[in-house]
């Protein structure tokens, strides 16, 4: 599949507010791109749509071969969202919190050691999230996310609640990914931490896509009329 992602005139409400307003894109598949820009810009909600879990009002998504407004389930079995909100059952431990998520996404058998020994969080398995400190939490959300192997990886500040080792072990994750076929969004404002990891740097203002950057290898392509000048690809 050439393209992870095809998005055209995108248009996203929020309380009739739309937080994409005709955005449209590209992303090869196999790519890191770093999405940046203001609060309130329309990076979160592009992640979101992109997960089929923001409706569209109007225009197009395909997500790895399926349509984000008619096919949400299969988009939702490929894609992994990690979001500021971890969601987490607070009353369950954190092997059974990712039980829980891998069973409703329709995964069988899976490694959850490996996946809590990944971000050193093991020894923790069988603790309840209510006991976790914020930096823990973070890990364990991210743990649900690389357990299931996305295709897509849709990260929205990823770093953010982690110390050091964290943040490492999130870059590794990314490369893993990259190296194992996948495609990487990442949603950040920590630009001098996100942007080395990039092959492409997408701004969004208004909801739509201004500007891009290849900074690796071409994949990132956005449509003229969306305000990001020519075809990289």
Not at 1 to 26: I, Q, T, W
Not at 123 to 129: N, T
Request: proline residues 4%.
């Amino acid at each position: 599949m050439k393209y992870a992602v095809e998005v055209h005139d995108a248009v996203v409400l929020l309380d009739r507010f739309p937080a994409l307003a005709g955005l449209s894109l590209r992303l090869r598949t196999g790519t890191v791109t770093l999405v940046q820009g203001p609060n309130g810009a329309g990076k979160t909600t592009l992640l979101r749509m992109l997960a089929g879990l923001a409706p569209l009002e109007q225009g197009s998504a395909i997500v790895l071969g399926n349509d984000v407004a008619t096919q949400q389930r299969q988009v939702r079995a490929s894609v992994g969202l990690l979001s500021p909100q971890t969601m987490l059952y607070d009353d369950l431990t954190i092997a059974e919190n990712l039980s829980f998520w891998t069973t409703l996404a329709g995964y069988g058998d899976v490694d959850m050691g490996a996946a809590l020994e990944r971000v050193s969080m093991a020894p923790f398995a069988d603790q309840q999230v209510v006991t976790l400190s914020t930096g823990q939490r973070r890990r364990a959300a991210i743990a649900v996310v690389a357990i299931r192997r996305p295709r897509l990886w849709l990260l929205d500040e990823p770093h953010a609640g982690l110390d050091q080792a964290g943040r490492d072990i999130v870059d590794g994750l990314i490369a893993d990914a990259v190296a194992a076929g996948a495609t990487v969004v990442v949603a950040s404002h920590e630009l001098d931490r996100v942007r080395p990891l990039a092959s492409h740097v997408a701004t969004v203002a208004g909801g739509v896509v201004h500007a891009f950057e290849t900074v690796g290898d071409p994949g990132l392509t956005v449509d003229d009329d969306a305000g990001g000048g020519a075809d990289s690809a």
